[in-house]
């Protein structure tokens, strides 16, 4: 057998890498970290684009579609575009202005009311009779609401000094912001020129691959770019539906924070499986401090509309358009969780999706062809 000089060329630079990867790998490790750091914002721009993008594309197909004027042409992409990064913004300040200053409302409230409450819990421990009399003695002599204060001042004093605490926090608020606005500036680029950008990606693919190996990237990029298209629309429709069901459930029922826990509910279900159930475990905790019998019926009623949401609504408007069954949507959740915590969650599902149908596709061209 002939040996060419690609092949040996292709062999040769695999083994370079594997040795340098194998002996180098703390050092390549750290600057791939480094690299990554280095283009976060590149990265939350792409994000940002590809949401953004999801609206523009829906505003483009909308606005004045029949006219062939040379002004509305040039006016469609950067009116959608602002369109679409405006309800953006104004969906994500509506949320916070829903949840934040209740939340904030109920903590203050908690912290008023927790010494009044661990007194009475120590007088009920005292009828009750469980302790031994000189621990009920110790208990009834505590100041909770001083001790509470010094508990607090243990911690903020355990956590460094007042100036270190205020420097660590506006150096990372500011990196964020940072990152944010390069990360948006980007994204800006990034739908404006989308067209240019995909025709001259793949001018290089077909320039330095096969088409054979074109062909299928760009089927990969396809299947997963239909997975993440109708997960972010499905999951975005079904916060909505299951965020107003909840709100309005909650004002029939004359519960507290309606509004505003059905915000949250909705926020939190864009998380899958488990992310309406952690709105629903801080709503109840919230109407805690108003009623408990209020918050039992919360939980009862969140309860109810979790099996609506997961056997009707979730099933026609997310799960029939994923094609992914139930256990694989629970593995993504749980491995994407606990991997990368709350973006693990978000992307475990599409990911797994586009994996499920790229494997599908093809045992199922297998079969077909051995049939054949």
């Not at 004002?251 to 939190?268: D, E, K, Q, S």
């Not at 593995?331 to 969650?345: D, E, L, N």
Request: hydrophobic letters at 55%.
């Amino acid at each position: 057998m002939k040996l060419e000089w690609k092949t040996c060329l292709k062999v040769g630079l695999s083994i370079f890498i594997l040795y340098v990867c194998i002996n180098y790998w703390e050092k390549a490790a750290e600057a791939a970290a480094l690299f990554i750091g280095a283009a976060m914002p590149l990265f939350t721009g792409c994000i940002i684009a590809y949401i953004v993008n999801i609206l523009m594309s829906c505003y483009e197909r909308h606005y004045f579609p029949r006219f062939d004027k040379s002004a509305i042409i040039k006016s469609r992409r950067p009116v959608c575009m602002l369109a679409a990064f405006v309800t953006v913004l104004a969906v994500v300040f509506l949320v916070v202005r829903l949840i934040v200053p209740q939340l904030v409302s109920c903590f203050q409230i908690i912290l008023a009311e927790l010494p009044y409450y661990l007194t009475k819990a120590v007088n009920k421990i005292e009828d009750l009779g469980i302790l031994p009399e000189n621990i009920i003695s110790m208990l009834d002599g505590i100041d909770w609401r001083s001790r509470i204060g010094d508990i607090a001042k243990i911690l903020t004093s355990g956590l460094g000094s007042v100036m270190d605490i205020v420097i660590t926090t506006v150096s990372s608020v500011f990196s964020w912001i940072v990152s944010t606005v390069l990360g948006l500036i980007f994204s800006i680029y990034l739908l404006a020129g989308k067209e240019k950008l995909g025709s001259q990606f793949k001018r290089i693919t077909h320039r330095y691959l096969k088409d054979s190996w074109c062909k299928k990237i760009w089927y990969v990029l396809d299947t997963a770019n239909t997975c993440f298209h109708k997960y972010i629309v499905g999951q975005c429709t079904e916060a909505v539906i299951l965020g107003a069901l909840c709100a309005i459930g909650m004002l029939i029922l004359r519960l507290p924070y309606a509004t505003m826990i059905g915000a949250l509910v909705g926020f939190t279900a864009l998380i899958p499986v488990a992310g309406a159930y952690i709105g629903a475990g801080v709503g109840a905790f919230m109407i805690l401090t108003v009623s408990p019998v209020k918050a039992v019926v919360f939980l009862v009623f969140i309860v109810v509309l979790q099996q609506l949401e997961g056997n009707i609504i979730y099933p026609k408007v997310v799960g029939s358009s994923m094609g992914l069954p139930g256990i694989w949507v629970l593995a993504a959740v749980t491995v994407g969780g606990g991997v990368m915590g709350i973006p693990g969650m978000l992307l475990g599902v599409p990911l797994v999706a586009t994996a499920y149908k790229l494997i599908r596709d093809d045992v199922n061209k297998i079969t077909v062809s051995g049939n054949v």
